[in-house]
């Protein structure tokens, strides 16, 4: 199963050939994972909803630290006034970390459907206090062991 979060572009996305940057791709990765797994205020405002269990307000008890990141260009993004379709799924659950996988694609609904790119993110969950890595607790394998799925297969390098 996989999570569809809609991530709007903004003008300054785009670099000089009128496409959205590639630093600017991390952003938006980051931001559909923060929607997807991140407690809000208002939990009925979380795309993934039960999904969301993560608490990254400062002062939390868990730090999420990014070990490591891939993205495959597929396809140039243009400026688009509606929203992408990033969804997302889990590629791996470890002990202590977790593997979020992506696809970006043109906005639902849009013909032809276009996969722009494909990445994944390993993220360390992090005590706060003692700065040293913590296991996935119960709840949080349960909210996520629904979206576990085959991690992102990227094109093989030569």
């Known amino acids: 199963m996989r999570l569809h ?3 709007k572009l903004r003008w300054s996305d785009l670099d000089a050939y009128g496409h959205v940057n590639n630093a600017e791709m991390l952003r938006l990765l980051e931001e559909a ?3 997807a797994f991140w407690i809000t205020d208002d939990a009925e405002e979380a ?3 039960s999904t969301a269990v993560l608490d990254g307000r400062p002062g939390a008890d868990t730090l999420t630290l990014i070990a490591r990141q891939e993205i495959e260009y597929l ?3 243009p400026y688009l006034r509606q929203p992408l379709d ?3 799924w889990l590629g791996r659950l470890g002990g202590a970390s977790l593997e979020v ?3 970006v694609r043109s906005p639902v609904g849009t013909e032809p459907d276009t996969l722009f790119s494909r990445a994944a993110t390993t993220i360390v969950l992090v005590d706060a206090a003692s700065q040293r890595p913590r296991r996935i607790n119960e709840r949080e394998r349960a909210a996520w062991t629904p979206y576990l799925d085959e991690p992102v297969q990227f094109t093989k390098r030569a």
């Open 5 to 7: 979060v809609p991530i």
């Open 33 to 35: 994972r923060i929607e």
């Open 47 to 49: 795309v993934g909803g």
């Open 75 to 77: 396809a140039p993004i």
């Open 86 to 88: 990033v969804q997302l």
């Open 101 to 103: 996988c992506y696809e």
